[in-house]
């Protein structure tokens, strides 16, 4: 309900605005369930992230029937989630084999919630006629390489949106932006302090 009330606000808006940006967060408890996979795998507990994978999957792809008719946009949304829970499961093993989570290994599972969330609030866009793409911020907002407490540089971040984002302005494309993340100058994914 969230979601589809979110989407027809941007539609509303858009008009209005020649330059909007919709920022979008994880769905609700998300993040907390990719990081307590993650710690739980840190401890020898891969049943957790098992787990979380199905709930993950779940959640997102009943989202995606309720809020997507076109089975191809649907199908290629649900293609794209589980890719990256394939990589939460991935970095959950990673962990568990090392037997510690790193700030960098932590920024990059905490990303996933907003990764996975952008894409279908970009699909939900696009069903409703609202041409929309996805952008991950690790391609707008540079940071430094603090994990979990990332501050963003910001000239270079302000050369990095104009960059772009104003390639999709100039094609008439509203971005979908993941919130909460950015990338270091290597392009390492960070959290936001």
Do not use: Y
């Not at 969230?2 to 539609?11: C, L, N, S």
């Not at 568990?96 to 952008?118: H, I, K, T």
């Not at 690790?138 to 910001?154: C, E, N, S, W």
Request: contains cysteine.
């Amino acid at each position: 309900e969230a979601m589809a009330k979110a989407a027809d606000i941007v539609q509303e808006e858009r008009p209005r605005w020649q330059r909007l940006v919709v920022i979008v967060s994880a769905l609700s408890g998300v993040t907390n369930l990719l990081l307590e996979g993650a710690h739980r795998a840190v401890g020898g507990d891969l049943t957790d992230a098992a787990n979380s994978e199905w709930r993950l999957r779940r959640m997102h792809g009943d989202l995606a029937d309720a809020l997507l008719a076109s089975p191809n946009r649907r199908d290629g949304v649900k293609w794209e989630i589980d890719r990256l829970i394939a990589d939460f499961v991935n970095l959950c093993k990673a962990v568990n084999v090392v037997g510690e989570a790193s700030p960098r290994a932590l920024d990059a599972v905490a990303s996933l919630g907003e990764r996975m969330s952008v894409r279908l609030m970009a699909a939900v866009l696009q069903e409703q006629g609202v041409a929309a793409e996805w952008v991950e911020a690790t391609r707008l907002i540079v940071t430094d390489k603090h994990f979990q407490d990332a501050h963003p540089d910001l000239p270079a971040t302000r050369i990095q949106a104009e960059t772009v984002l104003g390639a999709l302005f100039e094609r008439g494309v509203t971005p979908v932006v993941t919130g909460f993340v950015g990338a270091a100058p290597d392009g390492t994914v960070t959290t936001l302090g």
